[in-house]
């Protein structure tokens, strides 16, 4: 069986104002989570601005979040960095701070091909006694993990599954079937939007951002789907999709990153689950205007009254 599967939201990393953790909020986000049912959680991941944090500070949101967990659901952490020894020893740091499964990248900045983005897979797996996930992110990282990568990595074993966020759905549905003979890999989409068709075709689950806002939503929806009920998890996707909408309205005053984890934060400040939605500089984090504009897709989607 895979290892991992469902709804795994990645978390997003609350700041005080002055931009340092919030380790309260943090734990509001675990609680929030759980009581919503997901099957797991990911830290460290983009929601998670997890390039805006150092060494020390990932430690401490492995080792805060793991607390308020306290066993409770499988925890992945993003071991994510340009460079191969340098997501050693962040891999390294989370296996020490209770993580259950590294998710990894593609390097970045550095210029390699295909097969030096295997090699890092290969020295990473060798250097840290944890089951790897494939991160397929393009748009941060600017190289695809192609369909080949993918399964040699898979096949051989030095990767137990992929987290798709690469929007090219045809290669993702490619290395559904290509690993259909191996029920122990499992692949998810890191798609808000498409998460019905992505399991209909086969994907084991989501990793969305915005189930950090509404958690019990994505489960709704992922249940409808494992019971068969296509028509119920349509109307529950459609009403996710209008959710969604809150990425956008700080745009274009915002990059889309901002907009996005921006977002998310003001929507969990406004559910009263984060004391703060500051983003970490240069981000932007949203204003008045924009933070009301948030509530009022909240009210229209049933989260705030």
């Known amino acids: 069986m895979p290892m991992f599967t469902g709804v795994i939201p990645?978390?997003?990393?609350?700041?005080?104002?002055?931009l340092s953790l919030d380790a309260?909020?943090?734990?509001?986000?675990?609680?929030?989570?759980?009581?919503?049912g997901v099957h797991g959680l990911f830290l460290l991941g983009s929601s998670g601005e997890v390039m805006f944090h150092g060494r020390e500070e990932r430690r401490a949101i492995i080792e805060q979040a793991?607390?308020?967990?306290?066993?409770?659901?499988?925890?992945?952490?993003?071991?994510?960095?340009?460079?191969?020894?340098?997501?050693?020893?962040?891999?390294?740091?989370?296996?020490?701070?209770g993580a259950d499964a590294?998710?990894?990248?593609?390097?970045f900045y550095t210029r390699t091909n295909?097969?030096?983005?295997?090699?890092?897979?290969?020295?990473?797996r060798d250097a840290v006694d944890l089951p790897i996930i494939a991160y397929d992110i393009p748009v941060c990282v600017h190289t695809k993990l192609e369909r080949d990568t993918v399964v040699t990595l898979a096949r051989e074993g030095t990767v137990v599954g992929l987290k798709d966020s690469s929007g090219d759905d045809g290669n993702f549905r490619y290395v559904l079937s290509d690993m259909k003979d191996r029920p122990d890999f499992f692949a998810m989409t890191g798609s808000e939007v498409v998460v019905d068709s992505a399991l209909g075709m086969g994907a084991h689950g989501v990793v969305p951002g915005l189930g950090n806002v509404d958690p019990a939503g994505y489960v709704q929806l992922w249940n409808h789907m494992q019971a068969g009920d296509h028509a119920a998890a349509r109307a529950e996707q459609e009403?996710?999709?209008r959710l969604f909408d809150i990425v956008r309205v700080s745009l274009p005053r915002t990059s889309r990153g901002s907009?996005?984890?921006?977002?998310?934060?003001a929507a969990l400040a406004s559910l009263g689950i984060i004391a703060y939605a500051d983003m970490p500089r240069p981000g932007r984090m949203l204003n008045a205007e924009e933070t009301r504009a948030v509530g009022a897709i909240l009210r229209e989607t049933g989260l705030l009254s």
């Open 10 to 18: 990645p978390l997003v990393t609350p700041l005080k104002p002055d």
């Open 114 to 124: 295909q097969a030096e983005t295997i090699d890092h897979f290969r020295y990473i």
């Open 259 to 265: 907009a996005g984890v921006g977002a998310f934060k």
């Open 239 to 241: 009403r996710l999709c």
């Open 66 to 97: 793991a607390t308020a967990n306290a066993g409770r659901l499988p925890i992945l952490v993003g071991a994510i960095d340009a460079t191969t020894d340098r997501v050693i020893a962040h891999a390294r740091d989370a296996a020490a701070a």
């Open 102 to 107: 590294l998710v990894v990248t593609a390097p």
């Open 24 to 36: 309260q909020s943090l734990g509001g986000v675990v609680e929030h989570l759980i009581a919503g």
